[in-house]
């Protein structure tokens, strides 16, 4: 029940955030509001090496939260975190796909993924983790939407083929310091390029 509670609440805690957080459109750069902490989090990236909430910190930092045989809107999130990163020249700017699909996303196939899309993982990790961390991280953490339903009409007997997952689709902007700063809906040019500005707002803040 307590976990249902929270899938409840976040998409209200993710408007107020989006709304708190979104920023003036001035000729002057407004700071951007220190809106919570990253959670903690130990996953793996594409390379199955250890990855934890520490290794943002120092960057300007992009998140999504994508799974690889998800049909739908993860290809054009997947596409619009690739533009951004091809525009991304400052090398204090990074990006990251979380997958909400652990049993199935290992990082072989995060890494094979990847490739498929042209990520350039220099810039780009993509992490899977523990799926029972997962839920903590995503929900209470990123506050973020994440429902696994049984899969109607099924044919498949593999139980990893067996779930619908519903997930937010915001970007969430991370700071240096490890705080999230915004959350982003970008659907077009000039979201993109307005969330690349805000990245190298964040990247030139001191740490």
Known sequence: MRFLKWILLVPLLVLGL??????KNT???????????????EFV????KLFTEKDLLGHGVLINFI???CPTVCPLLTQTMKDISEKAQNPLIHF???SVDPENDSPSVLRAYGEKVGAD???WTFLTGPSDQLGDVVVKGFKMILIKDPKKNSSSQDPKDLLDITHGEHFVLVDKQGYIRGFRTLQSENDKLAV???LEQLAKESF
């Not at 990236?45 to 199955?48: D, K, T, V």
Request: net charge positive.
């Open 18 to 23: 989006v709304w708190f957080g979104h920023k």
């Open 27 to 41: 000729s002057t750069p407004q700071p951007l509001p220190k809106l919570l902490a990253v959670p903690q989090f």
């Open 45 to 48: 990236n594409q390379e199955g």
């Open 67 to 69: 799974f690889t045989k």
């Open 96 to 98: 990251v796909s979380i």
């Open 121 to 123: 993982f220099s810039k």
């Open 196 to 198: 690349l500005q805000e």
